[in-house]
Nanobody, 123 residues
Framework: VQLQASGGGLVQPGGSLRLSCAAS????????IGWFRQAPGKEREGVSF??????FYADSVKGRFTISRDNAKNTVYLQMNSLKPEDTAVYYCARAPRLPFSLWRAVSYYNYWGQGTLVTVSS
């Protein structure tokens, strides 16, 4: 089982990036996939989650970020628009075998994590 996150980089405020989480060793539609981020000196926080057609977002990114899944490519995407400096963080994708949807932000439910990709929003 592997998760490979990519697509991070340096972008100006108001810009966009699309992160990808390529999965191998399992079928995406059997699991939930979450995106998390961790800024320096802060705890890891849930950004978005997708499973069986349900999508969830942190309040801080609602209306700006969109999560999607391409089962044919076994890849989950996070489209990030209108980026702000406070979105700067290392972004991780992770797999959850099962969880109550209300607890999608709980790190302990995820058993495999990608290596992270750095997003820097700065002028």
């Amino acid at each position: 089982v592997q998760l490979q996150a990519s697509g991070g980089g340096l972008v100006q405020p108001g810009g966009s990036l699309r992160l990808s989480c390529a999965a191998s060793g399992f079928a995406l539609d059997d699991y939930g996939i979450g995106w998390f981020r961790q800024a320096p000196g802060k705890e890891r926080e849930g950004v978005s989650f997708i499973n069986v057609g349900r999508k969830f977002y942190a309040d801080s990114v609602k209306g700006r970020f969109t999560i999607s899944r391409d089962n044919a490519k076994n890849t989950v995407y996070l489209q990030m628009n209108s980026l702000k400096p406070e979105d700067t963080a290392v972004y991780y994708c992770a797999r959850a075998p099962r969880l109550p949807f209300s607890l999608w932000r709980a790190v302990s439910y995820y058993n495999y994590w990608g290596q992270g990709t750095l997003v820097t929003v700065s002028s």
